[in-house]
């Protein structure tokens, strides 16, 4: 049902829509066009039905858009960790490079886009309740780098929760606006209530060890553990599990040289010289009497991989353990099978798995083979496949996976693909000890080491990881109670396009929604980001000023309350005070992030302050902030008497005299504000000095954020400031004819709960003073049984344009 939900959305804004079905018993590619629509079935692995498609598009208008929805098929279909995948990755991953790669010259074309639709739990699955095929995850990676590749495409990778397919319309609503926008992350989710979720990684801390039930004797499956990272991944954990006798059984591609087993202890000078008497041997044996560069190093080379292999056997032997290998493709079940069948006696089976194989070779994608891609994902998929099916007694089972496929790295939407896959199927697994590992790059051994890798590794900002430390954490990992995925790194630089990294962790919600990310966290001072984002933040379009949305002050309460919460790790705010509104935060895009700090300064008190830095054209940050608003936050008693004094001093009555009609102030021209700020329901009556007023009701104004009001609670209770504000200003029109914007608040007491709904709230304001640009006010909420909702005392105003006529209240 979201087929043609989508098309009629798409051709609703002028474009054509072409259907793809892919179909594996699709004889030849067929026209199945109807009322209109163009629709071709079509086999994902026949070669021959692509270059025909390739040909009928040549009378279509160019491709602007791809909307690869073929991992949907997969919903239902959990994977059992048994067989290879080939059909399904045809269907799911390989019809997607050839999409991807016969219409790549879309990125030149204004206003192209690229999604990948797939449905896990609406979270890229950090909260999978039920097994999910990991080929629907590893579409995400391969178009997710995709998109890195070519950053002039507006695209995403889209997690939609399995409930919203049940409502393909209101779907496909949501898809289309959320292609339209240029703002979000690649990595996008959908939740149930189809608002749009972030992925963003955390620390923890791994605390305690776990037995994982492997004893005496059990048998320790490692797949690619004959040289590099998982060899000595594999080595560490022989040591810190010396106690423990334990066979560790080895899988790898490389044929085992068993003469070069005496060569183990050979010493630098030695091994060269070995490597020098090949290639006197290779000049002797060949017709010319020359030896290539080339020729030597692939001559040399199996007798390298060999002494790797053999000094990995000798060292875990060293610390007690029995050890053995094989030359066997993993990809290979029945082989699998087999060498684990030779090592297991009745007492001994495989209780562990470390699925470390791998290969990579970073191209862009249209510079990749067809098969390269595919070897790339079935050495991960199918590997863990066959590992997993020889072994079914493991309990713990560990997968070296990569941040490139966490974060989407151009030139590796197969290595992408591959581990998207694994982080899946170990989420799958993961009350059965199941465990992904997303590795930075290790400096030292592995594949992030070849040639000048280290060097683009810095220039990219991306911190490498030790040998030593990396092992380590290994380890560590290992032996943790941790299961699901983790990611092992440090900055990650350019890798994070999407400021996933968030290493001060996140605020708390709901109570915190304002606050986008975490910046700092120390125990003087905690700062976060907000993210003004008109289209999450609805009410900024209806806080602008000619036409220029700016963030109004209360929501900047609003923002220094929630963060302060934070950093006194409560739930409440009771008084803000000493309230200084600056610089006026203005949008100068449809996107602007503020930096809001809190410094706790006594029991229950912080400081708060709002900060931002401009950003130029070219996208380089200014190192200087821009101070904007500041305040105290306190979380502490209110004090009964000082409210009651204001209370007294403005009084519950309503003196003076009601308007003779309706005062049209939003719609003449006075005021500026939108419907969702617009927060005087009616003037009441008004005297020279003081003002009483109706509040409209909070389900009578649009909700101030994207997402449904109750979902967004407030501490500050920001409107009713605001209708304080407003009062006070309509009291400068009338009886001044003076235009004024609020400055500041000396205090105000948020004295109960936002109320219900069920009668709107009566906002009493009282002139106290007038200097020479500023007029200062005190002001009560009260609901209909003049409970005190809300107390201010020193809400400040300034005279910044006179009026050509006086407001006639």
């Not at 048998?219 to 991944?233: F, H, Q, R, Y």
């Not at 101030?704 to 009291?731: N, Y």
């Not at 007491?749 to 500023?774: G, K, M, N, Y």
């Not at 409970?787 to 910044?800: D, I, N, P, S």
């Amino acid at each position: 049902g979201l087929t043609p939900s989508l098309s009629e959305r798409f051709e609703a804004s002028g474009l054509n829509v072409l259907h793809l079905y892919l179909d594996a018993a699709a004889q030849s590619l067929r026209d199945e066009s109807e009322r209109g629509r163009s629709i071709f079935r079509i086999d994902p692995a026949a070669e021959d039905q692509w270059k025909a498609l390739s040909s009928e598009m040549d009378s279509h208008p160019p491709v602007v858009g791809i909307v690869h929805a073929a991992p949907l098929h997969l919903v239902g279909m959990s994977w059992p960790g048994r067989g290879d995948t080939s059909d399904h990755r045809e269907k799911i991953l390989m019809a997607g490079v050839r999409l991807l790669n016969a219409h790549r010259d879309m990125a030149n074309r204004q206003g192209s886009f690229v999604v990948n639709i797939g449905t896990i739990d609406g979270k890229h699955g950090a909260n999978t309740e039920q097994a999910v095929h990991p080929l629907m995850a590893s579409s995400a990676g391969l178009f997710g780098s995709w998109l890195r590749e070519h950053p002039s495409v507006n695209g995403h990778v889209i997690d939609a929760h399995p409930s919203t397919l049940l409502d393909p319309g209101r779907l496909g609503r949501t898809l289309v606006d959320l292609m339209r926008r240029e703002d979000l992350p690649v990595e996008v989710g959908i939740s149930e209530d189809h608002s749009l979720v972030r992925s963003v990684l955390v620390p923890i801390q791994l605390l305690g060890q776990r037995s994982w039930e492997i004893e005496e004797g059990d048998i320790v499956l490692i797949s690619g553990g004959g040289s590099g990272v998982t060899a000595a991944s594999a080595i560490g954990l022989a040591e810190a599990l010396q106690n423990t006798q334990l066979t560790f059984a080895l899988l790898g591609r490389t044929p085992l040289d068993d003469d070069v087993e005496s060569w183990v202890d050979d010493d630098d000078d030695e091994i060269e010289a070995r490597r020098v008497s090949l290639r006197e041997q290779l000049i002797e044996e060949s017709d010319s009497g020359k030896v290539t560069i080339v020729e030597w190093n692939d001559a040399w080379r199996p007798f390298a991989r060999s002494l790797d292999i053999h000094r990995t056997l000798t060292t875990l032997r060293s610390y007690g353990h029995d050890a053995v290998y094989g030359s066997v493709d993993v990809t290979d079940a029945g082989a699998v099978a087999d060498f684990v069948e030779a090592q297991t006696t009745e007492k001994n089976v495989v209780k562990a798995i470390i699925h470390g194989a791998g290969i990579e070779e970073s191209r862009l994608l249209h510079e990749k083979s067809l098969s390269t891609f595919d070897n790339v994902v079935r050495i991960k998929v199918d590997g863990l496949s066959s590992l997993i099916a020889a072994a079914p007694s493991a309990t713990r089972i560990v997968c070296f996976s990569s941040v490139a496929g966490r974060m989407f790295n151009a030139g590796q939407t197969d290595y992408s693909a591959a581990n998207r896959a694994l982080d899946q199927a170990m989420e799958n697994i993961s009350s059965e000890g199941g465990l992904s590992l997303a590795w930075t790059g290790w400096r030292g051994a592995g594949m992030a080491t070849r040639g000048s890798i280290e060097r683009v590794f810095d220039e990219a900002g991306l911190e490498m990881l030790d040998l030593e430390a990396g092992v380590e954490l290994f380890v560590h990992a290992f032996r943790s109670g941790a299961s699901g995925r983790l990611a092992i790194c440090g900055r990650l630089g350019m890798m994070d396009q999407d400021v996933a990294i968030r290493r001060h962790g996140i605020p708390p919600l709901p109570r915190a929604h304002m606050i986008s990310r975490m910046i700092d966290r120390t125990p003087e001072r905690m700062s976060g980001e907000v993210l003004l984002d008109t289209g999450v933040h609805q009410y900024l379009t209806d806080h602008a000023i000619d036409g220029q949305p700016v963030m109004p002050g209360v929501f900047a309460v609003e923002s220094m309350a929630q963060m302060a919460t934070c950093a006194l790790n409560t739930d409440a705010v009771t008084v803000v005070d000493e309230i200084e509104f600056g610089l006026a935060i203005k949008l100068m895009n449809a996107v602007k992030p503020i930096e809001v700090s809190a410094e706790p300064v006594a029991e229950g008190i912080a400081q708060t302050a709002i900060e931002s830095r401009l950003i130029a054209k070219s996208g380089a940050v200014m190192d200087k902030p821009i101070s904007h608003h500041k305040g105290l936050i306190r979380s502490v008693p209110i004090d009964q008497d000082a409210v009651q004094r204001i209370v007294e001093r403005v009084g519950l009555e309503q003196n003076g005299n009601p308007p003779e009609s309706g005062v049209p102030f939003y719609s003449d021209g006075l005021m500026f504000h939108g419907p969702s700020f617009q927060v005087v329901g009616r003037v009441l009556c008004s005297t020279s000095s003081r003002i009483s007023l109706e509040m409209t009701r909070r389900a009578d104004r649009p909700a101030p954020f994207v997402e449904q009001a109750s979902e967004r609670p407030m501490l500050t209770q920001p409107f009713t400031l605001e209708a304080i504000f407003q009062g006070a200003g309509l009291l400068s029109m009338a009886h001044d004819g003076w235009s004024c914007l609020p400055v500041g608040v000396e205090r105000a007491w948020i004295c109960h709960a936002q109320p219900t709904e069920t009668s709107p709230l009566i906002v009493h304001v009282l002139r106290t003073a007038v200097e020479e640009h500023d007029v200062i006010h005190d002001a009560i909420a009260v609901d209909a049984a003049e409970r005190v909702v809300y107390a201010a005392e020193g809400v400040r105003l300034r005279h910044f344009a006179e009026l050509p006529d006086r407001l006639a209240l």
